[in-house]
Nanobody, 124 residues
């Protein structure tokens, strides 16, 4: 499956962005999906994940209550709604597809496919 992330940009602290990740070339509903981010000089870190059906989600503590992950299997797309953005949310955001997991892992190594990343910059 190929993944194409979009929706990043420059926003002021307190603002919102909605990221999208469109999948093609595979059966989207077979994959749990996740969002990760990587800031300069840091390792890629877990942000949020969603199960194959969308019925189960989990979040990193740092974004809980501010970010919402969702998916539309008919459109083969996963979303990340980001509200109350902070400067520390600045990073390249990547979507990943996890074929063997059911609920979406917080581990980078569990993901089989990755999108190209979209830059999110939050100014103070």
């Amino acid at each position: 499956v190929q993944l194409q992330a979009s929706g990043g940009g420059l926003v002021q602290a307190g603002g919102s962005l909605r990221l999208s990740c469109a999948a093609s070339g595979g059966t989207f509903s077979r994959y749990a999906m996740g969002w990760f981010r990587q800031a300069p000089g840091k390792e890629r870190e877990f942000v949020a994940a969603i199960s194959r059906s969308g019925g189960s989600t989990n979040y990193a503590d740092s974004v809980k209550g501010r970010f919402t992950i969702s998916r539309d299997n008919a459109k083969s797309t996963v979303y990340l709604q980001m509200n109350s953005l902070k400067p520390e949310d600045t990073a390249v955001y990547y979507c990943g597809a996890d074929l063997y997991g059911t609920s979406g892992s917080y581990l980078v190594k569990e993901y089989d496919h990755w999108g190209q990343g979209t830059q999110v910059t939050v100014s103070s």
